[in-house]
T-cell receptor, first 113, second 110 residues
Framework: NAGVTQTPKFQVLKTGQSMTLQCAQD?????MYWYRQDPGMGLRLIYY???????DKGEVPNGYNVSRLNKREFSLRLESAAPSQTSVYFC????????????FGSGTRLTVV | DQQVKQNSPSLSVQEGRISILNCDYT??????FLWYKKYPAEGPTFLIS?????DKNEDGRFTVFLNKSAKHLSLHIVPSQPGDSAVYFC?????????FGSGTRLLVRP
């Protein structure tokens, strides 16, 4: 099925470990985004890539890095995981800008112990 | 400082009645507003949107209202159905990215 694919779906990390969350879309969208969802905080933007070759910080970028590998793929890296990064992470894509709406992946549930 | 606020964390309504979900914002530069719906263990899905040049947009049972002077957005669902039970997020366009509210959990009782 066409859409946004995130891997892994679940992950448990120890404090200080690193990992990369993968995201790929097959809709030929230009823009891609990473959000985190926390109870009572809604969806907060971590990083986004308006087009291939560009990345920008969102509301909560500290502790994360991103790579727009090509038009299809946008990865999120945690270099040294902290318990505060326990969250559900969503990747999204859009044709360009936000007026068309986003398509979200099904999420990665990350627990840092 | 939250630019987008959904002040009601939860809402419970009877099947067949109207559900009204609200959203307030502070940035008058927002020019496009969207509602997303999220079921447990799934990603959010786009529901309905409205441009700042309009004050109302309808799509079947869903209507979004925009009051720019009050900086207030609302979503009306009529009639509400048990399948509408989900978390609803309002989102606002801010320079090629969406800023979301904290969400309202809607429960529609049979």
């Amino acid at each position: 099925n066409a859409g946004v694919t995130q891997t892994p779906k679940f992950q448990v990390l120890k404090t200080g470990q690193s990992m990369t969350l993968q995201c790929a879309q097959d809709m030929n969208h230009n823009s891609m985004y990473w959000y985190r969802q926390d109870p009572g905080m809604g969806l907060r933007l971590i990083y986004y890539s308006a087009s291939e070759g560009t990345t920008d910080k969102g509301e909560v970028p500290n502790g994360y890095n991103v790579s727009r590998l090509n038009k299809r793929e946008f990865s999120l890296r945690l270099e040294s995981a902290a318990p505060s990064q326990t969250s559900v992470y969503f990747c999204a894509s859009s044709p360009g800008g936000t007026h068309y709406g986003y398509t979200f992946g099904s999420g990665t549930r990350l627990t840092v112990v | 400082d939250q630019q987008v606020k959904q002040n009601s964390p939860s809402l419970s309504v009877q099947e067949g009645r109207i559900s009204i979900l609200n959203c307030d914002y502070t940035n008058s530069m927002f020019d496009y507003f969207l509602w997303y719906k999220k079921y447990p263990a799934e990603g959010p899905t786009f529901l309905i949107s409205i441009s700042s040049i309009k004050d109302k947009n309808e799509d079947g049972r869903f209507t979004v209202f925009l009051n720019k002077s009050a900086k207030h957005l609302s979503l009306h669902i009529v009639p509400s159905q048990p399948g509408d039970s989900a978390v609803y997020f309002c989102g606002m366009d801010s320079s090629y990215k969406l800023i979301f509210g904290s969400g309202t959990r809607l429960l529609v009782r049979p």
